[in-house]
């Protein structure tokens, strides 16, 4: 008989902490119980979270009982009272696989399943041996016997753990950052006094009595799910009849040409929805300032603008000397695709056309759609679309999956009231799908040597880790003291502790600040003043303090253990482009 091998892909979510620290267990003796609040010696070292346990004197824990709260230098409270009142008792407290909150992660011994404590910071421990990742579960911390969907197995509070992961089998380490979407944008003509190398003639001269025809295609998710093809539209714009007498065409106004491509475009039920069209002109002669004409979409006041140019009730702007005027066409796409709410959502709901933006191309074609029989106008494609990665409705779903191969399916029946009776509704306070999140992957082997038909045989193991983004900030205002004022804190999470970085511009904190409360959406308080202060538009990158010591014990302990694997790799974003701007 023949053995194959698997491959196996498991989340973990980790957007709150990573809780492996240097520091010893907790233990404090001369405690004492009044049902859920104790009384010890000193709570030094004692973090909300940590599951407690009895090693000497008078009183039991139940299985699964954790610390709450820290109150203050000597009390504490757990989530359930002892089943044996405490007197004179030691207690510790340790990180196990089972009592990580939910968002919280960790490594634990395969054969104890509790967290080991570190000889040396993150990044000069000494651990090499084998361990086994384990995150909170997304329905809360575990007690035993209180778990409200399964307490007669476990439950589904049980924390999500992996295979054991020997360091010398690990493949692969590495991070992939999040990405936001990027419009695709097309100029065609002249819009700004950027120059911008093309082909084609960017102050193309247009005759009267002809036709000059645009093809506009859109490809990508969103127009195969519309039309399960890709779209395209081809505008047309006559100039109008030649003066009376002239022996030869004479040039003409061109927002004459883009204005009726602008309107057939925007008016076209093909394509109309996807993209903006915006229309602008220079009327002084030297390309010095540029306007918009319309707002560039669709809407019933555009389109209706647009058609009183086109059929001449009004009257175009226009330079003295109307060949003179400067025009050209900004497409940009900009289609956004249906999304459900969490009450009404479904994790098979395709989100392909939400991640991929729609692809806009175009070209001047002749009257038998031919691009390449004549010299056309220039067109550049100034931005190429970007699909985002790293989304809340990409991690949901992993999550979702992860859940379902623990035999804790999320309900996708008729009535979603079986959702909320079975905490299925628990994933939303867990994940957001609004945001965006860094995931680290650990890529490793179980290989088995104990097998019947004598092939060595491994089975592939991609475990995949959730955590928050790293965001950089632009200061706009000058700072020297705590208070630091940003362009926004959108994304930041509070009460998650992030190092602070100037990256560009002047200003400087010192290693290990970090972020103590966010104060409004422009304002954070930093841990302490900037060693240098700082400047107005100096860029502030806030990494989760979190992500940083799993990095850093990770790749030490592969390095300790002879992994191949020893360097985190990054797979972060492709450079963003510069969009064209209606004026310079």
Known sequence: MAYFNHAFQKAFIGTTAFNMGTAAPFSQGSASSSGTTITIASTTNLVAGMQVSVTAGTGVFAPGTFVTAVLNATTFTVNVAPTTALSGATVQGVWTSMSQPTGSFTFVDPNT?????LSGTF?????????????????????????????????????VKSKMINPKFVSAFYRV?????????????????????????????YLC??????RVDLKGSPALRFLTRNSYYTASAYTGCCPAGSLAPTAVNPLIVYVNWAYQLLNSPLIGNFIQVQVTYCTDGTGTTYNALGDGTNSAANLALLQSYVLGNTALPANATPSLTRAGLIINGAYA???????TFYPNDSIIAFLEPIQVYASEVDLNGDPCAFSSVCINNTCKAIQQK???????????MTQAYMQDPFYTGMDLRIREITNGTDVYATINRNLQYSRYYIQHNVPRFNNPSGVFDNDQYLLEIVTPAS?????????SGTTITVNSTAGLITGLAYNLTVTSGTGAFSTGVTISSITNSTQFVASSAPSTAIAVGAVITLVPVASLNFETFVTRWLANAGSGCTTLSVYNCPASCTVVPVAP
């Open 113 to 117: 399943f509790v967290t080991p404590t």
């Open 123 to 159: 990044a000069t421990h000494g651990t090499s041996c084998p361990l086994v990742l384990a995150s909170g579960s997304v329905h809360g911390q575990w007690t035993g016997g209180k778990d409200k969907v399964g307490p007669f197995h476990g439950g589904y509070t049980e924390s």
């Open 177 to 205: 950052d999040p990405c936001p979407i990027q419009q695709a944008q097309v100029t065609i003509g002249e819009n700004t006094t950027t120059s911008i190398p093309s082909p084609g003639t960017c102050s193309q001269e």
């Open 209 to 214: 009595n002809e036709t000059y025809y645009l």
């Open 337 to 343: 695709d249906t999304r459900f709410q969490d009450c």
């Open 390 to 400: 790293g989304t809340g409705e990409n991690i949901i779903r992993d999550v979702i």
């Open 471 to 479: 965001i950089s900030v632009t200061a706009t205002a000058a700072a």
